[in-house]
């Protein structure tokens, strides 16, 4: 790094910490997990800039402003006032509050000089702004001098005769490297811009890009390392991202699985999509919940603009058929303005069928995957009983482009959380790794796939804590703990009691009270299983379930199933699958669920 890159690194650091967002209580486990130093998306951020402040200011629920160009300019509805205190069943762990008049109406410029490079193709303005006149753009790789940096992180930069300004999180100090065929040598990475600017809780969506250039990835072969080699660290694509996660001690959720969030988007505009997710986010406000687990990804797809993963074929019906605006960031803003904490829910080995990988762009790694005798059936294996291919952890390769997938989220998104559910290992046919488990030397397969799956999941957590410390990492597993050891190859024990896995668990107890495992005998166990005090207890409960059998429709066991857990002192909330089941036509019985609603609300207002 050469002696102007480091001043200019001086300077954004001090901005970054004078403008970053104060938490009341330490993000959990943050000081716990390690940093990892890798290269991020568009920007390169050093070890140092992936750690959170110690001491934060109030942060804005709103997102980020982005300011890529795209190819036909837009906005999108403004963010609505947060709700009052009382709308929320209770506080939050860290709260927010709008931008303040002086930072609506200007900005402090630091003088600053020398020549910053653009990561992407980014919006040239007049003011430090994403609503200001839009005076041009600058192309991806663009050297540009610098006049200046604004308190919010917008950089003043000469253009067309002038001054104007870009959104710093687009400029490096440093051209972006030319894409390379194999794995880059390990080099420490230069510093650069990631703060994100400050905005008022009405500043519009962000401009984004429609035209998504996919990383560069080498020939399938070349992914393919020793299978020995399962334990070694990886070099994770992340980034750093200032936001102050919105998370409660209560945590009151509803599931909204894809099966959601597709009708919807099926050929919407951007404000009808908006509308349908308000309202369908006033529905959890209106039963009392404060969290909403999303589906951002949950066939190797994607639900926003991913270089790792195809756009999802619920919009316009095809893999990699996008609509002209960002649905995550909406879902995301939608959520925030209602109080609500956004969990981004991915299913992180269950990718493509066969007819959706035919029209998958070749620029993707798992298609190149799909593509080569060497890789099909190791790296992707097709289950034929759930018609879908599935990724092996198995693999190094895998396993990073799982966790690039989570990063990229954590550091361009203001998510609160990554949530994965219970889609580990889908069948126990020793023929699914294979020639990985031969090569491993383990004389056990089902402890060497449950080591597998857990260097997984330890990974993940990694990544998260090294884009964001204070976003949380849950993952939803089976409500039968025999079944996610033996059968799932989750080892939900170890994870409950070891340092470095995740921040909460939501156990999926989809039974009644009178089934052969009970809805209480299942309770119980998962209250012995989680010993670390700082992993919070989340029962899951099928509300889709309501209707199916006499116990299930008496009008009350979702309601008498919330106030068990609430008198129990181990569970710290409730979550509830799905948002079709309690609102739509999902469940079993839309009179039976009729009859829920009123008493559960009561309950779920009772779960303190």
């Known amino acids: 790094m050469n002696r102007f890159s480091r001043v200019i690194c001086v300077i954004l650091c001090a901005l970054m910490l004078s403008s970053c967002a104060r938490r009341d209580n330490e993000p959990v486990a943050a000081t716990s997990s390690p940093t990892v130093g890798i290269e991020t998306f568009g920007t390169i951020a050093s070890p140092e800039a992936t750690t959170a402040p110690e001491t934060l200011d109030t942060a804005s629920l709103t997102e980020p402003t982005d300011d890529l160009t795209t190819t036909a300019e837009r906005t999108a509805p403004a963010a609505t006032t947060a709700p009052q205190e009382t709308t929320a069943p209770s506080e939050p762990v860290s709260a927010a509050s709008p931008a303040s008049e002086e930072e609506q109406s200007g900005y402090e410029i630091e003088p600053a000089s020398g020549i910053m490079y653009a990561d992407s193709d980014v919006n040239v303005r007049e003011l430090p702004d994403a609503d200001s006149d839009r005076i041009g753009h600058l192309n991806k790789g663009d050297g540009v001098n610098i006049t200046g940096i604004a308190s919010n992180g917008w950089v003043r930069v000469e253009f067309k005769n002038g001054e104007y300004f870009v959104n710093g999180r687009y400029l490096s100090a440093e051209p972006e490297p030319e894409a390379v065929t194999e794995p880059p040598a390990e080099t420490e990475p230069p510093t650069t811009l990631t703060e994100p600017e400050t905005t008022a809780p009405t500043t519009p969506a962000p401009e984004v890009t429609t035209t998504i250039t996919t990383v560069t990835t080498p020939e399938p072969t070349e992914f393919s390392p020793p299978p020995e080699t399962i334990n070694e660290d990886l070099d994770i694509l992340t980034g750093s991202n200032g936001y102050t996660a919105l998370n409660y001690p209560v945590q009151k959720a509803v599931w909204f699985a894809y099966l959601d969030i597709d009708p919807m988007l099926n050929g919407a505009s951007e404000s009808a999509f908006a509308e349908a997710v308000g309202k369908a986010f006033d529905d959890v406000v209106s039963l009392g919940c404060n969290t909403v687990y999303v589906h951002v990804r949950a066939f190797g797809d994607a639900y926003y603009f991913s270089q790792y993963y195809p756009f999802t074929d619920a919009y316009g019906g095809s893999v990699g058929d996008a609509p002209p605006y960002d649905p995550l960031y909406i879902m995301i803003n939608e959520a925030h303005s209602r109080g609500l904490s956004f969990h981004a829910w991915v299913n992180p080995m269950r990718v493509e069928n066969k007819e959706q990988f035919s029209e998958m762009d070749g620029s993707y790694a798992l298609k190149q995957w799909y593509d080569s005798s060497s890789t099909n059936g190791t790296f992707v294996v097709y289950d034929k009983d759930s018609g879908y291919y599935w990724l092996s ?216």
């Not at 482009?401 to 949530?419: K, T």
């Not at 299983?529 to 199916?548: D, E």
């Open 393 to 608: 952890p198995a693999y190094p390769a895998v396993r990073q482009l799982i966790c690039n997938g989570i990063a990229e989220i954590v550091s361009r998104y203001n998510v609160d959380a990554v949530h994965i559910d219970d889609y580990f290992y889908p069948t126990t046919s020793s023929s699914f790794d294979k020639a990985a488990f031969e090569a491993s030397g383990a004389s056990d397969r089902a402890s060497w796939r449950r080591s597998v799956v857990s260097t997984l999941v330890g990974e993940i957590y990694r990544t998260i804590k090294s884009c964001n410390p204070s976003v949380l990492f849950g993952v939803s597993p089976q409500g039968n703990v025999d079944n996610n050891l033996d059968h799932m190859y989750a080892d939900v024990v170890t994870w409950c009691s070891t340092a470095g896995y995740l921040d909460y668990i939501v156990p999926q107890i989809y039974y009644g009270f009178k089934d052969k495992l009970s809805f209480d005998s299942a309770a119980e166990r998962w209250e012995e299983l989680v010993t670390l005090p700082y992993v919070s207890l989340v029962c899951g409960i099928a509300a889709y379930k309501v209707g199916l059998n006499s116990e299930w429709s008496g009008g009350d066991i979702l309601s008498r199933q919330t106030a068990y857990i609430s008198e129990s002192d181990s569970f710290d909330g409730i979550a509830y699958y799905r948002h079709g089941s309690l609102f739509g036509s999902a469940n079993s019985s839309d009179k039976c669920m009729k009859k829920e609603l009123p008493a559960l609300k009561t309950a779920i207002s009772d779960f303190q």
